[in-house]
Antibody, heavy 121, light 107 residues
Framework: QVQLQESGPGLVKPSQTLSLTCTVSGGSISSGSYYWSWIRQPAGKGLEWIGRIYTSGSTNYNPSLKSRVTISVDTSKNQFSLKLSSVTAADTAVYYC?????????????WGQGTTVTVSS | DIQMTQSPSSLSASVGDRVTITCQASQDISNYLNWYQQKPGKAPKLLIYDASNLETGVPSRFSGSGSGTDFTFTISSLQPEDIATYYCQQYDNLLVTFGPGTKVDIK
């Protein structure tokens, strides 16, 4: 079955750019039947949707993060990526990637295990 | 933007109890509502999609209902392995919002 795995630096300095990659295995990211999403969760807090990409490159972002976020896809590597610029301590969180279905409510049915990113000098 | 509220924020119940969580949207979202379970240190798991559909492989004691602005998530008979935080999630106008979560534990 499809599995997702996040990877990237666990420590990022303030004002720098956070970069994460989600590798999809067990299926093709280009199948056309799904979107691909990033979600984050600060320690002890709730879930925050960051954004979503389709394999065509079409994206949608959380308005509160839109000015700093870029999500891209590399179909040749079966990966999609997140870049978050000008990070501060408030961006410290567990970052998850997820597969998003085309159902009415765009449910996220497969999730990566999550990767912790700390923003600190 | 659509805001989501959940109640209660936490609850304690006995094994075998019926547990109900409500989620309210700030405006009509039809049936564009999903429910997730998150255990400590783990990724969320999809339980209910499109307000009332049980995800494949999820036990039938979990159910969801509602449409418009008011939604309900029910565990018909609480089991020890159901200890977790439950989140609702809405989709509207290309954007996604999660509810603040409801923490469920055993009394």
């Amino acid at each position: 079955q499809v599995q997702l795995q996040e990877s990237g630096p666990g420590l990022v300095k303030p004002s720098q750019t956070l970069s994460l990659t989600c590798t999809v295995s067990g299926g093709s990211i280009s199948s056309g039947s799904y979107y691909w999403s990033w979600i984050r969760q600060p320690a002890g807090k709730g879930l925050e949707w960051i954004g979503r990409i389709y394999t065509s490159g079409s994206t949608n972002y959380n308005p509160s993060l839109k000015s700093r976020v870029t999500i891209s896809v590399d179909t040749s590597k079966n990966q999609f990526s997140l870049k978050l610029s000008s990070v501060t301590a408030a961006d410290t969180a567990v970052y998850y990637c997820a597969r998003v279905g085309f159902g009415a409510a765009r449910s996220m049915d497969v999730w990566g295990q999550g990767t912790t990113v700390t923003v600190s000098s | 933007d659509i805001q989501m509220t959940q109640s209660p924020s936490s609850l304690s119940a006995s094994v075998g109890d019926r547990v109900t969580i409500t989620c309210q949207a700030s405006q009509d979202i039809s049936n564009y509502l999903n429910w997730y379970q998150q255990k400590p240190g783990k990724a969320p798991k999809l339980l209910i999609y499109d307000a009332s559909n049980l995800e494949t492989g999820v036990p039938s004691r979990f159910s969801g209902s509602g449409s418009g602005t008011d939604f309900t998530f029910t565990i018909s008979s609480l089991q020890p392995e159901d200890i977790a935080t439950y989140y609702c999630q809405q989709y509207d106008n290309l954007l996604v919002t999660f509810g603040p979560g409801t923490k469920v534990d055993i009394k």
